[in-house]
């Protein structure tokens, strides 16, 4: 009795498993019996645990079995709605494995594909203070095809799966002059131009998000996703950027993919039937987000103040998800290494960081650097106040206890002085280029410098040459401190030549988010060319100029340790005007390491300055002979140097 038992105990798991039973004659679902599967494909190798999310009529009431041997159905959860099925999975092979369906007398199967790992891709690098990083946002940088304006022609494409997909109606249509359509960039267009990326010094390129945002209007900016695992069809499709992530690669550029776990779009295909109740917070009656990202770490916060930073919708067309759902929580952890490993990326960017839910975002980072250790992943923390923001980096010293276990952030405090530094002119002690001392003053703030992304503009700010009085001279001076100060460097596409916001509907997002003159047929200017650069007036009179200057500190930073790794001793200088004691408005600083050094000289006067070099004599005694960095000549750093008002001097030296 006792060996029938046994044998039957056997035979039941070698069924569970597929291993030997014949589903040979069991049909293939149809597109409307199976509907969805996610992630679409998965990996030999990975440490991250699979489970599937089934979508289909009634799909919850259906039990599973694999057939073939190489995967193994561990579990089985239905949802709240009948229509969906999650599946855990243990992966023992590679190959395409059918899914089997059972209910009663139905029977149907589902073709999942596990593929092989490439050797080595746990070990990727990622994105580092050595590199510059480039952010594009892909429909206003330049088009590739106008085929795919509208849609995509062909009805379904290639996403990686064992089966197509069908690409649904894109409401939102291509219109130029207005600046919250779509203007037509695409995937193809970002490929075209990887070498003028290349030349310019990037190597490393952000994209806005590209999956698809189906809103009725204003899509073009991508943060309401309405698919996590299909590119956008007026961008592409998934082959397209994930050959558009090897063209990169080929160049020595690394690709950061923009993500969204904090919310969705309202056109989402699960607004209309979500897996669970509590699958995203409920929007009914509304609750908007407060932006009070001080809650977190206030220990006088309510709970209701917590609750409303936590749950509340970030707008009514961005429904806010449920981290605290496991379901949920893993589906966005699978989300993201399946994008890394289907696309071949080199580190993720998380949009509104700080409004997600704190403890399963921690979990959330570590299952992404535990399948990649040395994966980099910077968050937008958009907070000005420093000990805020160092609150969000991974392993700071927070007193409630509290890890992140992010790698990056973002550094809004120093974008916020740069600019308002550079505006500044007749100024108080505290003003000029005192504002940026003191944020560098305050590193100590900071878990791992190395580690922080700075910026002086992203696609959420104003344009920085508006900001700037579209003055080339202080545009110079933001781009000489964007490339010598630590961390890692992000430059806004067009900053390099002044882009300026249109005119029609000044101070809206879509307005600062211009197009890339040269980036469609027919433009005139084409910035993207020396030509093109040369022969501009008007607004881009300056380009060349801009341009040139742009490359030539990024392809030297390129090569400099100082720089890339090195620490930082920075002075400010005092004058007396009248009774006052106030900055003169230029700012000095050494980065260095033990070999080399280099002195960066910032006059953001109207006058120019002479160089007391024995200002710095801790550092380095007597006069000393470099490279300028902008001039590409020797020069002897000595008593009397003059640097030219609103200007900035670069000297290259070894120690």
Request: hydrophobic share 35%; glycine share 8%; proline share 6%.
């Amino acid at each position: 009795m006792r060996k029938l038992f046994v044998f039957a105990l056997l035979a039941l798991l070698a069924a569970s498993c597929g291993r030997d039973t014949d589903y040979s004659a069991v049909p293939e679902a149809s597109a409307d019996q199976i509907q969805r599967v996610e992630p679409l494909c998965w990996w030999t190798g990975m440490k991250t645990p699979l489970q599937l999310m089934v979508q289909g009529p009634e799909i919850g009431s259906f039990d599973v079995a694999v057939e073939g041997r190489g995967l193994e159905v561990t579990a089985t959860h239905p949802a709240d709605s009948p229509n969906f099925l999650f599946i855990d999975l243990k992966v023992n092979g590679e190959g395409t494995f059918n899914l089997v369906f059972t209910k009663g007398d139905i029977q149907f199967k589902y073709p999942y594909i596990i593929r092989k790992r490439e050797a080595g891709s746990r070990e990727r690098a990622s994105f580092t203070t050595a590199d510059m990083v480039y952010l594009i946002m892909p429909d206003r940088f330049a088009s590739g095809s106008a085929d795919n304006d509208h849609g995509w022609p062909g009805g379904d494409y290639n996403d990686g799966s064992a089966r197509a997909w069908n690409v649904p109606e894109t409401p939102d249509d291509v219109d130029r002059s207005n600046p919250v359509s779509r203007h037509g960039g695409d995937i193809q267009g970002l490929a075209d131009h990887l070498d003028y990326i290349a030349d310019l010094g990037a190597t490393a390129i952000w994209c806005t998000p590209l999956l698809l945002d189906n809103q009725g209007h204003e899509s073009y900016h991508g943060y309401a996703c309405a698919d996590y695992y299909h590119i956008d069809p007026r961008f592409g499709d998934n082959a397209a950027y994930k050959a558009f992530v090897d063209a990169a690669h080929a160049r020595g550029i690394k690709v950061i993919m923009d993500i969204v776990t904090n919310h969705c779009g309202t056109a989402h295909w699960w607004m209309q039937d979500a897996p669970f109740a509590d699958w995203y917070h409920s929007g009914s009656p509304y609750m908007q987000m407060n932006a009070l990202f001080s809650v977190y770490m206030d220990p006088n916060a309510s709970v209701r103040d917590r609750e409303r930073q936590e749950s509340g919708w970030f707008v009514p067309s961005m429904p806010d998800m449920n981290l605290d759902n496991p379901y949920v929580l893993r589906y966005f952890q699978q989300w993201a290494v399946w994008w890394i490993e289907y696309a071949g990326l080199d580190g993720l960017r998380v949009d509104t960081y700080p409004y997600n839910e704190p403890e399963p975002m921690a979990q959330w980072c570590r299952s992404v650097t535990d399948e990649y250790p040395n994966m980099n992943i910077v968050g937008e923390c958009w907070d000005v106040k420093i000990p805020q923001l160092a609150y969000w980096q991974k392993d700071n010293p927070n007193k409630d206890g509290f890890n992140s276990q992010l790698p990056s952030i973002m550094d809004f405090p120093l974008e916020s002085a740069i600019k308002t530094a550079l505006c500044e002119d007749e100024i108080n002690w505290d003003e000029g280029m005192t504002r940026i001392y003191t944020i560098i003053a305050q590193d100590f703030a900071y878990q791992d410098l190395s580690h922080m992304m700075t910026f002086f503009a992203n696609h959420d700010h104003a344009r920085t040459g508006d900001v700037l009085r579209a003055e080339p001279g202080r545009m110079k001076l933001a781009l000489t401190l964007l490339a010598t100060l630590r961390g890692i460097p992000q430059l806004y596409y067009g900053d390099e030549m002044m882009f300026l916001e249109r005119k029609d509907r000044p101070g809206h997002d879509g307005s600062k988010r211009i197009d890339f003159p040269g980036g469609w047929e027919g433009d005139t200017p084409d910035l993207f060319s020396p030509e093109g650069r040369s022969g501009a007036d008007g607004l881009y009179k300056d380009a060349a100029d801009l341009h040139d200057y742009t490359r030539t500190l990024f392809q030297w930073r390129k090569g400099c340790k100082a720089i890339q790794e090195g620490k930082t001793l920075h002075f400010l200088s005092r004058a007396n005007v009248g009774s006052r004691n106030v900055t003169d408005n230029t700012y000095a600083f050494f980065r260095f390491t033990d070999e080399e050094a280099v002195f960066v000289y910032i006059n953001n006067t109207f006058e120019p300055r002479s160089l007391d070099w024995n200002h710095y004599r801790e550092f380095v005694s007597g006069p000393v002979t470099g490279q300028d960095v902008l001039k590409g000549e020797p020069i002897t750093l000595q008593d009397g140097v003059v640097i030219a008002p609103k200007s900035a001097l670069v000297v290259e030296f070894k120690r």
